[in-house]
């Protein structure tokens, strides 16, 4: 039996996964990288899992309400000013999915940016998808020796929308998140 830990942020964000032969262990991991990197180590220590897959919601600048984006790499945008002093601001979890053979098929491919801040104000950010929480877990997957993927939801566009828009979406987010997992990939 595969074991899977899920993650999500908040739990309007929850989504059950049904797939034959997973044992899905589930973690709210709470908004933002600290919260997010201490519940999931501790919710790794206790479960270990064979796959962290982290869901849920995200702004975008260039897509739209609705899409879906299965991300593999991801940057740190507080950290990205920093890598002129030999910081790391991005991390690649696709190597270690390859190798496990999990997620092959998904392929609606997204950089995810993130960052503590929630983004209203349109500004230059890298990647296709934002939050506040993926980069942290990549982070812990990777030092884990875990693989780690992120599936995001886009439920807001930065510059367009507000945080109660966010909180508006999250029902949306939620019942897509869940058409995805239990319909269109009924297995990693």
């Not at 709470?30 to 962290?52: C, M, Y």
């Not at 879906?68 to 945008?77: G, P, Q, Y």
């Not at 209203?120 to 998808?129: A, K």
Request: some cysteine; overall charge negative.
């Amino acid at each position: 039996m595969l074991k899977i830990l899920i993650t999500y942020a908040v739990q309007g964000e929850f989504v059950e996964i049904k797939w034959p032969e997973v044992e899905p262990y589930y973690v709210r991991t709470g908004i933002g990288k600290v919260k997010a990197a201490f519940h999931l180590t501790e919710a790794i220590r206790q479960v270990e899992p064979d796959l962290v897959l982290n869901l849920g919601t995200a702004g975008t600048v260039n897509h739209q309400v609705g899409d879906i984006f299965v991300c593999r790499k991801f940057i740190d945008r507080d950290m990205q000013k920093m890598t002129a002093f030999g910081l790391e601001s991005e991390i690649d979890s696709s190597a270690l999915l390859k190798e496990r053979g999990f997620c092959e098929n998904w392929i609606e491919d997204g950089i995810c940016n993130t960052g503590d801040s929630f983004l209203t104000e349109l500004t230059h950010v890298s990647g296709d998808v934002v939050d506040m929480e993926a980069y942290a877990q990549a982070f812990v997957c990777r030092a884990k020796e875990i693989p780690f993927i992120s599936v995001k939801y886009v439920s807001d566009i930065i510059g367009q929308n507000s945080v109660k828009h966010w909180e508006d979406k999250l029902a949306d987010a939620r019942q897509g998140l869940s058409h995805y997992f239990n319909v269109l990939k009924e297995r990693i």
